[in-house]
C-alpha cells in the first residue's frame, strides 16, 4: 500500500486570552500545545486509528487533515503533492478529495434544510454533477446511505441519531472523496444503533474504495474496525502499529495501560487494581521528557529530562525502555 | 443479613408531557444486599436513571410514580419528609454522572462534605474535620488539607467524581446509587473510580447499584445485571451467567452486536431500527418490532419475566440457546 495522505511534523497551538494576572506578572498568554511533532502515512485503502484519551491532540489532528484548522509547522502532503504554496484552486481539489464526518449529527447538520437541499447545495457549490442531474445524484447518495428516497424532502429533526449520522456520510460521499475522517461517529449514538453505522463504513469502504480515517476513544470498536492504530499522548503519536499486533502486545507504557483500563466483555475476576494512576497533565504545562514519565510505572530519572524519539521496535514506539 | 437493603416491587414512573403520558418505567423490580453490586444497564431512554431517581423521591410533581420501594422492610414511599431526609445522604448515597453540576460550584468542597456530616453524624467540628480529611485521602484525592479549601472548578473531571463519592459516602451509607458515574471520564479515569467504587465495597461492606450503558463496565463491575429495554426488566440474573447464556432476545441482539464477538473488520451483526420512542403505548414486547426472534404473540402479548435466580420475559429464551 502506497501513502495517500503525508503528514510530516505537524504542531498546532492554540493561544489562550491572557488573563489580567497574566498582565501583572508580565506573563506570556497561555499556550496549548494540541499537537505538536506529529508524522504519519495514512495508506490507500486502509482504515488507521487515532485513539487517545480527551485532550490527547487526535480531533485537532483531524481538523488540521482537512483544513479546519491552520497547523503552525509541518507539511500535509496527498499523493506527495504538498498543501502549503497551493493555490487556491488546487486547495479546493484537495478538501474535495478530504471528507469528514463528525461526532455530533445532531449539531453538523443544519436544520433549517431538507437532506435533499442539504446533498444538493454539495453537489451545486462544487459543480460535482450539472445541475440537471442533481436530483437524480441525491438518489444515488441515499441509496448508498440506505436512506429510503422520500427522505431527500424531510428535515434532519424528523430522523432518528442513526439516520443523522447516515445523512452525514452521504453529505461527505456527495464530494467523492478520497479519504473520509471520521471523528467519533458512532459515540453520541445508542448502542444499538451503533452496529449499524460501522458497518455501513465497513461497507461503503469495500464499494467506493475509500480510506478512512477513524477517530474513537471506543478501543473495541478500533481493534475491529483498523488496519493500523495509531495511540496519541498529550499532542504526540507515542506508538504506531498493525492494529491486532499491536493489541496483542502493546510496546509503550501507556498504550499498555490504556488497554488494560478498557472493561472487557467477558466477566472476569474483578481485581481492584487501577491500571494507572494519575490523570492526563495539563497541555498548558506539559512535563519534560517523556509526557507520560509522572504516570508511567518503568520511569526512571532519563524519562523527565529526554524525550525519547520515534524508534522501531517492531513498530514506531516513542520510549526509552519499550 | 436477613433480607436485602433495598427491594423494588413493580416501580412504575410516568409523566404528564405535553403530549400525553410518557411511560419511562413499566413494572421494574430488583433487590440489592449489602456487599453486592447490581449493574443496571440500557440505552438511553431505557428508564434506568429515572428509576434511581424515583426510589429516592427525587422525581418532580409531573412524575406519577407506584410501585413499591422498601428500605430494609420500610416503605420509602409512605415514609414522612424528617426519615426520609435522614435516609438521603445518610444510609442511602447517590453518585451522579455529572459531577459539576452536582456540585455546588459556589462551596469549597470541605464545605460539603461537612454538611453531610453536620446532617447525619453527631461529630464535633473537630472530628467532621478529621473525617473529611480521611474521606479525601479514601478516595484517593491527594494534599488532602488544601484540597478542602478549593472549589470544585479547581477539580479536574475525575478528581470531581473523587470528590462527589467522598461526599456521598461521609455517613457511611450502607447503600450508593451511581448513576453512570464514569460516562462523562476517560477510560483510565474511568477504571480507577470503577476501582475505587469495587475497593469501598469490599472495605465498608456497601451495597452498590451501578447504573451504566457499558456492558463492559457490568462484564467486569457487577454481580448481578437487570437489563432494561424501553422502561422495562427483559433480564436478570448473575453477570457470568447473563453475559454466557442471555435468556431475552435483546440481551443476545446487543451482546452480538458488540465489536469484538466476529473476526476482525468483518460486517457486526446490528440491531435493526431505533429503539422505540417513550411516548408510545406497547402491547408486547417492546422489543418485538427490531427482533429477530420475534413470533406472532410477541407485539400482543406482554411475556412475562419468569425464572429465578435468573429472570427474564421474553417468549424466545429457548430459541436464542441454539
Redesign the interface.
Known sequence: MTALLEVEGLSKRFTGRRSFADMLARRPAPVVRALEDVSLDIRRGETLGIVGESGCGKSTLARCLVHLHNADAGTIRLDGLPMEGMDSAAREKFSRRVQMVFQDPYGSLNPRMTVGQTLAEVLAVHRIVPPAQIAARVDELLDLVHLPRDAAARYPYEFSGGQRQRIGIARALAMQPDVIIADEPVSALDVSVQAQVVNLFLELQSRLGLTLVFITHDLRLVRHLTHRVAVMYLGRIVELGPTEQLFDAPRHPYTQALLRAVPQLTPGRRSDEAAVMGELPSPLNPPTGCAFHPRCPLAQARCSVERPEMREVGWPVACHFA | MSGPLLDVRGLTVTFNARHGLVHAVDGLSFAVGAGEVLGIVG??GSGKSVSLRAVMRLLGANAQVSGQALWQGEDIFAMSPERLRALRGGQVAMVFQEPMSALNPVLPIGQQIDEVLVAHTAMDPAARRKRAEELLGLVGIAAARTRLAQFPHEF?G??RQRAMIAISIAASPKLLLADEPTTAL???????I???L??LV?DLGMGLVLVT?????V???CDRVAVMYAGRLCEAGG??DV?AHPHHAYTH???G??????A?????????G??PKVDAFVAGCAFAP?CAFAEARCSTERPPLLGSPHAAACFATARLAV
Open positions: 440505552e438511553s479536574s475525575g478528581m476517560d477510560v483510565t479515569i474511568q477504571d480507577q470503577l476501582k475505587l469495587l475497593r469490599g450503558h457499558d456492558l463492559g463496565v462484564a467486569q463491575t453477570v457470568a453475559f441482539a446487543l451482546l452486536s458488540m465489536p469484538g464477538t466476529g476482525a473488520r468483518q460486517p457486526l451483526t446490528p440491531i435493526p431505533q429503539p427490531r
